[in-house]
Protein backbone atom coordinates (compact mmCIF):
# COMPACT_ATOMS: atom_id res chain seq x y z
CA UNK A 1 0.00 0.00 0.00
CA UNK A 2 1.12 3.42 -1.08
CA UNK A 3 1.14 6.26 1.86
CA UNK A 4 -1.51 8.02 -0.52
CA UNK A 5 -3.56 5.38 -0.08
CA UNK A 6 -2.81 4.95 3.90
CA UNK A 7 -3.26 8.65 4.32
CA UNK A 8 -7.00 8.52 2.64
CA UNK A 9 -7.89 5.76 4.98
CA UNK A 10 -7.17 7.90 7.73
CA UNK A 11 -8.68 10.85 6.53
CA UNK A 12 -11.91 9.11 5.51
CA UNK A 13 -11.71 5.37 6.85
CA UNK A 14 -15.81 5.07 6.53
CA UNK A 15 -16.06 5.83 2.90
CA UNK A 16 -12.96 3.81 2.83
CA UNK A 17 -13.72 0.99 4.14
CA UNK A 18 -17.13 0.99 2.24
CA UNK A 19 -15.89 1.37 -0.53
CA UNK A 20 -13.36 -1.84 -0.37
CA UNK A 21 -16.79 -3.46 0.55
CA UNK A 22 -17.70 -2.82 -2.67
CA UNK A 23 -15.16 -4.45 -4.26
CA UNK A 24 -15.57 -7.35 -2.62
CA UNK A 25 -19.20 -7.67 -3.59
CA UNK A 26 -21.04 -7.40 -0.53
CA UNK A 27 -24.54 -6.15 -1.15
CA UNK A 28 -25.83 -2.49 -1.09
CA UNK A 29 -28.01 -3.70 2.32
CA UNK A 30 -24.66 -5.06 4.12
CA UNK A 31 -22.65 -1.72 3.20
CA UNK A 32 -25.78 0.02 4.79
CA UNK A 33 -25.82 -1.80 7.89
CA UNK A 34 -21.92 -0.87 8.30
CA UNK A 35 -22.64 2.31 7.37
CA UNK A 36 -25.07 2.93 10.15
CA UNK A 37 -23.19 1.17 12.66
CA UNK A 38 -19.79 2.92 11.52
CA UNK A 39 -21.53 6.38 11.78
CA UNK A 40 -23.52 5.84 15.05
CA UNK A 41 -20.19 4.79 16.57
CA UNK A 42 -18.21 8.12 15.10
CA UNK A 43 -20.49 10.56 16.41
CA UNK A 44 -20.27 8.52 19.44
CA UNK A 45 -17.06 9.22 19.83
CA UNK A 46 -17.53 13.10 19.94
CA UNK A 47 -18.72 13.40 23.15
CA UNK A 48 -17.49 11.95 25.88
CA UNK A 49 -19.07 9.72 28.67
CA UNK A 50 -20.48 13.19 30.95
CA UNK A 51 -21.54 14.35 27.14
CA UNK A 52 -19.26 16.72 26.71
CA UNK A 53 -16.80 17.13 23.53
CA UNK A 54 -14.42 14.29 23.04
CA UNK A 55 -13.74 14.97 19.46
CA UNK A 56 -11.98 11.56 19.34
CA UNK A 57 -11.59 9.81 15.31
CA UNK A 58 -12.02 6.41 14.49
CA UNK A 59 -8.22 5.76 14.54
CA UNK A 60 -7.65 7.15 18.11
CA UNK A 61 -10.52 4.97 19.56
CA UNK A 62 -9.34 2.74 22.42
CA UNK A 63 -10.73 -0.21 23.73
CA UNK A 64 -12.25 1.32 26.75
CA UNK A 65 -13.66 3.81 24.13
CA UNK A 66 -15.04 0.29 21.82
CA UNK A 67 -16.40 -0.86 25.65
CA UNK A 68 -18.19 2.37 26.80
CA UNK A 69 -19.76 2.15 22.91
CA UNK A 70 -20.93 -1.11 23.71
CA UNK A 71 -22.35 -0.93 27.20
CA UNK A 72 -23.96 2.51 25.56
CA UNK A 73 -26.32 0.43 23.56
CA UNK A 74 -27.84 -2.08 26.01
CA UNK A 75 -31.19 -1.17 27.37
CA UNK A 76 -31.60 0.29 23.83
CA UNK A 77 -31.26 -3.02 21.90
CA UNK A 78 -31.48 -6.53 22.58
CA UNK A 79 -28.11 -8.76 23.00
CA UNK A 80 -28.25 -10.39 19.73
CA UNK A 81 -27.99 -6.34 18.03
CA UNK A 82 -25.75 -5.58 20.73
CA UNK A 83 -23.35 -8.39 19.15
CA UNK A 84 -23.89 -7.98 15.54
CA UNK A 85 -22.87 -4.04 16.05
CA UNK A 86 -19.53 -5.42 18.08
CA UNK A 87 -19.30 -7.37 15.38
CA UNK A 88 -19.27 -5.03 12.64
CA UNK A 89 -17.07 -2.53 14.48
CA UNK A 90 -14.30 -5.20 15.00
CA UNK A 91 -14.88 -6.08 11.07
CA UNK A 92 -13.87 -2.41 10.23
CA UNK A 93 -11.32 -2.53 12.78
CA UNK A 94 -9.85 -5.87 12.06
CA UNK A 95 -9.74 -4.75 8.00
CA UNK A 96 -8.02 -1.53 8.94
CA UNK A 97 -5.51 -2.92 10.48
CA UNK A 98 -5.22 -5.33 8.16
CA UNK A 99 -4.60 -2.95 5.29
CA UNK A 100 -2.14 -0.66 7.35
CA UNK A 101 -4.47 2.52 7.89
CA UNK A 102 -4.66 1.58 11.63
CA UNK A 103 -2.11 0.73 14.31
CA UNK A 104 -4.08 -1.62 16.24
CA UNK A 105 -7.68 -2.91 16.46
CA UNK A 106 -9.14 -1.85 19.81
CA UNK A 107 -12.51 -3.97 19.41
CA UNK A 108 -10.04 -7.17 19.73
CA UNK A 109 -10.00 -7.30 23.68
CA UNK A 110 -13.84 -6.41 23.74
CA UNK A 111 -15.49 -9.23 21.28
CA UNK A 112 -12.56 -11.31 23.47
CA UNK A 113 -14.15 -10.29 26.56
CA UNK A 114 -17.94 -10.20 25.64
CA UNK A 115 -17.50 -14.20 24.29
CA UNK A 116 -16.38 -14.80 27.95
CA UNK A 117 -19.81 -14.54 28.82
CA UNK A 118 -21.34 -16.82 26.01
CA UNK A 119 -24.17 -19.53 27.12
CA UNK A 120 -24.45 -19.22 31.03
CA UNK A 121 -27.90 -19.24 31.09
CA UNK A 122 -28.08 -21.25 34.95
CA UNK A 123 -32.26 -21.32 33.89
CA UNK A 124 -31.43 -22.94 30.25
CA UNK A 125 -32.72 -26.26 29.86
CA UNK A 126 -29.60 -29.01 31.11
CA UNK A 127 -30.26 -32.20 28.76
CA UNK A 128 -27.38 -34.93 29.49
CA UNK A 129 -25.61 -36.22 26.76
CA UNK A 130 -27.59 -39.81 26.80
CA UNK A 131 -30.99 -38.26 26.89
CA UNK A 132 -29.27 -36.16 23.44
CA UNK A 133 -28.80 -39.79 22.16
CA UNK A 134 -32.18 -40.94 22.83
CA UNK A 135 -33.34 -38.00 20.81
CA UNK A 136 -31.27 -38.63 18.73
CA UNK A 137 -32.23 -41.88 17.73
CA UNK A 138 -35.84 -41.25 17.27
CA UNK A 139 -34.97 -39.03 13.99
CA UNK A 140 -35.35 -41.66 11.34
CA UNK A 141 -35.49 -39.17 8.32
CA UNK A 142 -31.99 -39.10 6.71
CA UNK A 143 -32.11 -35.61 6.14
CA UNK A 144 -33.46 -34.43 9.52
CA UNK A 145 -30.84 -36.97 11.43
CA UNK A 146 -28.08 -35.40 9.11
CA UNK A 147 -28.74 -31.58 9.90
CA UNK A 148 -29.88 -31.99 13.44
CA UNK A 149 -26.42 -34.23 14.11
CA UNK A 150 -24.46 -31.72 11.73
CA UNK A 151 -25.90 -29.11 14.27
CA UNK A 152 -25.53 -30.80 17.95
CA UNK A 153 -21.34 -32.18 16.87
CA UNK A 154 -20.16 -28.67 14.97
CA UNK A 155 -21.88 -26.09 17.30
CA UNK A 156 -22.48 -24.63 14.20
CA UNK A 157 -25.99 -21.81 13.72
CA UNK A 158 -29.12 -22.50 11.55
CA UNK A 159 -27.82 -19.97 9.22
CA UNK A 160 -24.49 -21.29 8.40
CA UNK A 161 -25.77 -25.00 8.00
CA UNK A 162 -28.44 -23.57 5.41
CA UNK A 163 -25.46 -21.59 3.54
CA UNK A 164 -22.93 -24.92 3.02
CA UNK A 165 -21.87 -25.53 -0.02
CA UNK A 166 -20.84 -29.29 -1.34
CA UNK A 167 -17.47 -27.83 -1.84
CA UNK A 168 -17.19 -26.85 2.56
CA UNK A 169 -17.23 -30.80 3.18
CA UNK A 170 -14.09 -32.73 2.36
CA UNK A 171 -14.53 -36.63 3.86
CA UNK A 172 -11.54 -39.11 3.66
CA UNK A 173 -13.92 -41.67 2.02
CA UNK A 174 -16.17 -39.86 0.10
CA UNK A 175 -18.88 -41.04 -2.05
CA UNK A 176 -19.25 -38.05 -4.27
CA UNK A 177 -16.96 -37.94 -7.33
CA UNK A 178 -18.37 -34.54 -8.65
CA UNK A 179 -17.34 -32.12 -5.86
CA UNK A 180 -14.39 -30.06 -5.69
CA UNK A 181 -13.73 -28.90 -2.30
CA UNK A 182 -12.29 -25.59 -1.32
CA UNK A 183 -8.85 -24.84 -1.35
CA UNK A 184 -8.27 -24.50 2.69
CA UNK A 185 -9.43 -27.82 3.22
CA UNK A 186 -6.63 -29.46 1.14
CA UNK A 187 -5.43 -31.93 3.10
CA UNK A 188 -7.93 -32.14 5.99
CA UNK A 189 -9.84 -34.77 5.41
CA UNK A 190 -13.17 -35.39 7.48
CA UNK A 191 -13.41 -31.25 8.17
CA UNK A 192 -16.29 -28.83 7.49
CA UNK A 193 -15.34 -25.46 6.45
CA UNK A 194 -17.37 -22.23 7.47
CA UNK A 195 -17.09 -19.48 6.23
CA UNK A 196 -17.67 -15.98 8.30
CA UNK A 197 -19.42 -14.53 5.08
CA UNK A 198 -22.13 -14.66 3.21
CA UNK A 199 -24.54 -12.24 4.48
CA UNK A 200 -27.72 -12.41 4.19
CA UNK A 201 -28.89 -10.78 0.40
CA UNK A 202 -24.94 -11.64 -0.91
CA UNK A 203 -24.09 -13.03 -4.22
CA UNK A 204 -22.27 -15.89 -3.50
CA UNK A 205 -20.61 -18.91 -5.28
CA UNK A 206 -23.22 -18.08 -8.01
CA UNK A 207 -26.57 -18.38 -5.88
CA UNK A 208 -28.19 -15.20 -3.47
CA UNK A 209 -28.22 -16.15 0.09
CA UNK A 210 -31.01 -15.54 2.00
CA UNK A 211 -29.43 -16.39 5.60
CA UNK A 212 -26.57 -15.11 6.78
CA UNK A 213 -23.51 -16.49 8.44
CA UNK A 214 -21.98 -14.58 12.05
CA UNK A 215 -18.36 -16.07 12.48
CA UNK A 216 -15.30 -13.54 13.35
CA UNK A 217 -13.66 -15.93 11.39
CA UNK A 218 -13.48 -18.47 8.63
CA UNK A 219 -13.15 -21.90 10.66
CA UNK A 220 -12.24 -25.50 9.82
CA UNK A 221 -14.16 -27.68 11.96
CA UNK A 222 -13.19 -31.53 12.21
CA UNK A 223 -15.90 -34.14 11.35
CA UNK A 224 -15.34 -37.12 13.84
CA UNK A 225 -16.45 -40.90 12.62
CA UNK A 226 -19.88 -40.74 13.48
CA UNK A 227 -20.58 -37.46 11.76
CA UNK A 228 -18.96 -38.60 8.91
CA UNK A 229 -20.80 -41.65 8.84
CA UNK A 230 -24.25 -40.03 9.04
CA UNK A 231 -22.88 -37.09 6.23
CA UNK A 232 -22.30 -40.06 3.63
CA UNK A 233 -25.31 -41.45 4.41
CA UNK A 234 -27.08 -38.49 3.64
CA UNK A 235 -24.86 -38.09 0.73
CA UNK A 236 -26.46 -41.20 -0.68
CA UNK A 237 -29.62 -40.12 -1.11
CA UNK A 238 -29.70 -36.55 -1.20
CA UNK A 239 -31.53 -35.00 -4.13
CA UNK A 240 -29.31 -33.78 -6.77
CA UNK A 241 -29.23 -29.89 -6.43
CA UNK A 242 -31.12 -27.47 -8.68
CA UNK A 243 -28.53 -24.34 -7.65
CA UNK A 244 -25.30 -24.09 -9.39
CA UNK A 245 -23.74 -23.59 -6.17
CA UNK A 246 -24.74 -27.15 -5.00
CA UNK A 247 -25.82 -26.53 -1.41
CA UNK A 248 -24.93 -29.62 0.77
CA UNK A 249 -28.16 -29.73 2.56
CA UNK A 250 -31.61 -29.81 0.29
CA UNK A 251 -34.85 -30.18 0.67
CA UNK A 252 -36.84 -33.72 0.11
CA UNK A 253 -40.38 -32.72 -0.21
CA UNK A 254 -42.34 -29.30 -1.74
CA UNK A 255 -38.45 -27.69 -2.42
CA UNK A 256 -37.30 -30.83 -3.85
CA UNK A 257 -33.39 -29.92 -4.80
CA UNK A 258 -33.16 -26.74 -3.33
CA UNK A 259 -31.28 -25.43 -0.94
CA UNK A 260 -32.98 -26.02 3.05
CA UNK A 261 -33.60 -22.83 4.72
CA UNK A 262 -33.66 -21.43 8.44
CA UNK A 263 -37.57 -21.57 8.86
CA UNK A 264 -36.98 -25.07 7.35
CA UNK A 265 -34.24 -25.67 10.21
CA UNK A 266 -36.53 -24.69 13.19
CA UNK A 267 -39.54 -26.53 11.76
CA UNK A 268 -37.70 -29.59 11.51
CA UNK A 269 -36.03 -29.09 15.22
CA UNK A 270 -39.51 -28.23 16.90
CA UNK A 271 -41.33 -31.03 15.10
CA UNK A 272 -38.98 -33.39 16.53
CA UNK A 273 -38.81 -31.78 20.18
CA UNK A 274 -42.42 -31.79 20.75
CA UNK A 275 -42.43 -35.64 19.91
CA UNK A 276 -39.86 -35.88 22.69
CA UNK A 277 -41.78 -33.67 25.41
CA UNK A 278 -38.72 -30.32 25.10
CA UNK A 279 -41.10 -28.10 23.21
CA UNK A 280 -44.19 -26.45 24.56
CA UNK A 281 -45.77 -23.42 23.46
CA UNK A 282 -45.09 -20.10 25.48
CA UNK A 283 -42.28 -22.12 27.23
CA UNK A 284 -39.38 -19.71 25.59
CA UNK A 285 -36.37 -20.02 24.85
CA UNK A 286 -34.50 -21.16 28.10
CA UNK A 287 -36.48 -24.32 28.16
CA UNK A 288 -37.30 -25.66 24.52
CA UNK A 289 -34.93 -26.97 22.83
CA UNK A 290 -34.24 -25.22 18.87
CA UNK A 291 -31.69 -25.21 16.64
CA UNK A 292 -29.93 -22.37 18.79
CA UNK A 293 -30.22 -24.74 21.53
CA UNK A 294 -27.75 -26.82 20.45
CA UNK A 295 -25.02 -24.22 19.68
CA UNK A 296 -25.74 -24.07 23.48
CA UNK A 297 -25.25 -27.99 24.12
CA UNK A 298 -21.97 -28.24 22.19
CA UNK A 299 -20.61 -25.39 23.78
CA UNK A 300 -21.27 -26.21 27.23
CA UNK A 301 -20.44 -30.26 26.99
CA UNK A 302 -17.51 -29.81 24.63
CA UNK A 303 -15.91 -27.09 27.27
CA UNK A 304 -16.64 -29.00 30.27
CA UNK A 305 -15.36 -31.75 28.42
CA UNK A 306 -11.96 -30.32 27.76
CA UNK A 307 -11.66 -27.57 29.91
CA UNK A 308 -10.50 -25.55 27.06
CA UNK A 309 -12.08 -22.24 26.45
CA UNK A 310 -9.74 -21.26 23.38
CA UNK A 311 -10.21 -24.18 21.41
CA UNK A 312 -14.52 -23.91 21.68
CA UNK A 313 -14.51 -20.29 21.02
CA UNK A 314 -12.49 -21.17 17.87
CA UNK A 315 -15.26 -23.66 16.97
CA UNK A 316 -17.69 -21.66 17.80
CA UNK A 317 -16.42 -19.02 15.38
CA UNK A 318 -16.52 -16.30 18.22
CA UNK A 319 -12.30 -15.73 18.08
CA UNK A 320 -11.12 -13.35 14.81
CA UNK A 321 -7.90 -13.75 12.59
CA UNK A 322 -6.21 -11.22 14.94
CA UNK A 323 -6.98 -13.15 18.01
CA UNK A 324 -5.95 -16.46 17.34
CA UNK A 325 -2.61 -15.89 15.17
CA UNK A 326 -1.86 -15.34 18.76
CA UNK A 327 -2.45 -18.68 19.83
CA UNK A 328 0.26 -21.87 18.57
CA UNK A 329 1.10 -22.50 14.91
CA UNK A 330 0.03 -25.70 14.62
CA UNK A 331 -3.57 -24.96 16.15
CA UNK A 332 -5.22 -26.96 13.44
CA UNK A 333 -3.79 -29.84 14.51
CA UNK A 334 -4.80 -28.90 18.28
CA UNK A 335 -7.93 -28.77 17.60
CA UNK A 336 -8.56 -31.55 15.88
CA UNK A 337 -6.89 -33.21 18.42
CA UNK A 338 -8.53 -31.82 21.36
CA UNK A 339 -12.29 -32.64 19.40
CA UNK A 340 -11.66 -35.77 18.57
CA UNK A 341 -10.61 -36.84 22.50
CA UNK A 342 -13.68 -35.32 23.76
CA UNK A 343 -15.98 -35.25 21.22
CA UNK A 344 -19.56 -36.86 23.22
CA UNK A 345 -21.16 -39.85 21.23
CA UNK A 346 -24.23 -39.36 19.57
CA UNK A 347 -25.16 -43.26 18.59
CA UNK A 348 -25.30 -42.82 15.48
Not at 48 to 65: F, I, K, P, Q
Not at 201 to 217: I, M
Not at 260 to 273: K, S
Not at 301 to 312: A, F, M, Q
Amino acid sequence: MSVADTDEAVEEPIEYFLQDLAYQGKSDRTRAAYERVLDDFEQFLQRDVDGNDASLSLSEATHRDCMAYVHSLRGDVGDSTVATYASYLHRFYAYMTQVGAFESNPMGLVVEEMSETIETDPARRDVSIPEMRSFVETIGHPLDRAAIVTLLKTGIRAGELCNLDQRDLHLADDPRSDVTVRPQLDGRPDSLYVAAEPSRGDQTNHETREASNKRQRDTVIPIDDELARVLRRWLAVRPDPVSPAKPLFTGTRDNWGRRITTNMVHHTVELHAREHGWYHDGAGAANNVTPHYFRHFFTTHLRDRTGDRGIVKYLRGDVAQDIIDTYTHDWGDRVRQVYERHIYRLGV
